[in-house]
């Protein structure tokens, strides 16, 4: 598999993949972090730690944030908007 890195200041770090179009990202061998090709984000952790955590730092103005949005300019009645 190839995966390309690009740190071009206009596109910020972009990763590709190739063909299997899934990203990985590891730490000491074991995959924490996937991507797959539908953009399906999967994280993996051992233990108790948190498996995902949002922070803002003591002087920030406003809390950690989270939205959750479905791009839709028709929902159904009966759509799921969003789901944690």
């Known amino acids: 598999m190839t995966v390309k890195i690009n ?3 206009s596109d910020g770090l972009k990763l590709e ?3 299997s179009g899934v990203i990985d990202l590891q730490s000491n061998g074991t995959t924490r972090l996937s991507i797959s090709s539908t953009g399906k984000v999967t994280s993996t952790q ?5 498996n995902f ?3 803002t730092t003591a002087d920030s103005t406003l809390g950690p ?5 479905q791009n839709s ?12």
């Open 53 to 55: 955590e949002i922070q």
């Open 73 to 84: 300019s028709s929902p159904a009645d009966s759509d799921i908007i969003s789901l944690i």
């Open 17 to 19: 993949s190739d063909t």
């Open 7 to 9: 740190a071009d200041t």
């Open 65 to 69: 944030d989270l939205t959750l949005y």
């Open 46 to 50: 051992t233990g108790a730690a948190n």
